[in-house]
Each structure stands twice: as C-alpha cells, then as structure tokens.
C-alpha cells in the first residue's frame, strides 16, 4: 500500500522558517522524482519544487532563493526547506510522486505565515 505522510507544518511569522517532511512507503522511493506542491484557500493546486532520483531540482519561481528541495533515499524521505516565509506561502503543502499518468499524493500539511 503507497502512502505519503507530510509533517512539519505549522503557524510561522513572515520571515520565519519551517522544514516540511515527507515520509514513503510501499514504493521504490528512490526511482522516482517527488514534488512538493501546494494550494491556497481558492487557488489551485501548483508545484513548488521538485527533485528527481539523482538530485537534480527545479522550483517555481515564487520560491527560488528561499525553498530548498532535498531528499534521502536511504530513509523515503523528502524534505522541504522553507526559508523568508511570507505571508502568500500560506497553503496546504503536498508531496507526490507520478507513476505513469496517475499522481499519489499525500494527506497534506498546513503552512500558516502571519504577517
């Protein structure tokens, strides 16, 4: 059975910072490439960053400089850095992953940034 479990969420003043954590199980975590992704009250869901097997990653741009994407194969786990928190990074934070053309995703984790 895959499962995703996100923590690390939380209430966090703007310039504040959090470390999100995402753990897997019943997968090859280590082939695929995992994302962090996010939706706001209204908004849609929208990617924030990514990292594929090797390490390479890639961000939205709202978030580079700030949000680091990182992963540890040898735990199913990644992580996401969150630094200079500001008040539009207010979300539930998701991780998943793609296996052909279905997403998994987790059950998420609120980020809350005060102003």
């Known amino acids: 059975q895959v499962q995703l479990a996100e923590s690390g969420g939380g209430l966090v003043q703007a310039g504040g910072s959090l470390r999100l954590s995402c753990a897997a199980s019943g997968i090859i975590f280590s082939s695929y490439v995992m994302g962090w992704y996010r939706q706001a009250p209204g908004k849609q869901r929208e990617v924030v960053a990514s990292i594929t097997s090797r390490g390479i990653t890639d961000y939205a741009d709202s978030v580079k400089g700030r949000f680091t994407i990182s992963r540890d194969n040898a735990k199913n786990t990644v992580y996401l850095q969150m630094n200079s928190l500001k008040p539009e990074d207010t979300a539930v934070y998701y991780c998943?992953?793609?296996?052909?053309?279905?997403?998994?995703w987790g059950q998420g984790t609120q980020v809350t940034v005060s102003s």
């Open positions: 998943a992953y793609r296996k052909y053309a279905t997403y998994y």
